[in-house]
């Protein structure tokens, strides 16, 4: 069945460092693949998303683009704050379904 | 913006209680689900609706039910609360795939229930 992987964590890293975490999926259909990330105490939240092979998705400095050559979905950003210590998810939703499929989430902690 | 709205944050409830978790959102999004969320477990899909009166079981469906009288409500139903069912729950809603786009899931900020 429809999978994602992510890396695992804790991912720690100093502020102003560069971010990568990887993600990967399996899939039968065409998916929107979608990057989340949680604050302590709070919901998830849709950082960004990208719907077709070599789409970009950006937000507040996050990138990913989706790779469908080697089925992947990596979240980067170029310079981390302490503001972006968080969980992360990568997501897929296949075009012609309804459900998500979660990745299990990578823990990020910036320092100062 | 779309809001999706959880009725509690918090929530301590007795082994043996019938515990209803409410949620809301307001952008008439036709589908909504149930997750539960566990350190080490990741997100794990409870219940899920496409519509007004239907629901489809999710991956860990037992001990739960649902109900969705109206397309903006989806409540989750704990018919015998256990201790095991102390988690984070979160709601969330979506646009169908069928509506020419991808819509992302809404997440509510979630309601961390307590069973003693």
């Known amino acids: 069945g429809d999978s994602v992987t992510q890396m695992e964590g804790p991912v720690t890293l100093s502020e102003e460092a560069f971010l990568t975490i990887n993600c990967t999926y399996t899939a039968t259909g065409y998916p929107s693949l979608f990057w989340y990330v949680q604050y302590p105490g709070e919901g998830l939240q849709l950082l960004l998303k990208?719907?077709?092979?070599?789409d970009k998705g950006s937000n507040k400095g996050f990138e990913a683009t989706y790779r469908k050559e080697t089925t992947s979905f990596h979240l980067e950003k170029g310079s981390v704050q302490v503001s972006d210590s968080a969980v992360y998810f990568c997501?897929?939703?296949?075009?012609?379904?309804?459900?998500?499929?979660f990745g299990p989430g990578t823990r990020l902690s910036v320092l100062p | 913006d779309v809001k999706v709205t959880q009725s509690s944050r918090y929530l301590v409830k007795r082994t043996g209680e019938k515990v209803f978790l409410e949620c809301v959102q307001d952008m008439d999004h036709e589908n909504m689900f149930w997750y539960r969320q566990d350190p080490g477990l990741g997100l794990r899909l409870i219940y899920f609706s496409y519509d007004v009166k239907m629901k489809e079981k999710g991956d860990i469906p037992e001990g739960y039910s649902v109900s969705r009288e109206k397309k903006e409500r989806f409540s989750l139903i704990l018919e015998s609360a256990s201790t095991n069912q102390t988690s984070m729950y979160l709601c969330?809603?979506?646009?169908?795939?069928?509506?020419?786009?991808?819509?992302?899931?809404?997440f509510g900020n979630g309601t961390r229930l307590t069973v003693t």
């Open positions: 990208a719907t077709k092979a070599d």
């Open positions: 997501a897929q939703r296949d075009n012609y379904g309804q459900n998500f499929v």
């Open positions: 969330a809603s979506s646009s169908p795939t069928g509506t020419g786009n991808n819509s992302p899931l809404h």
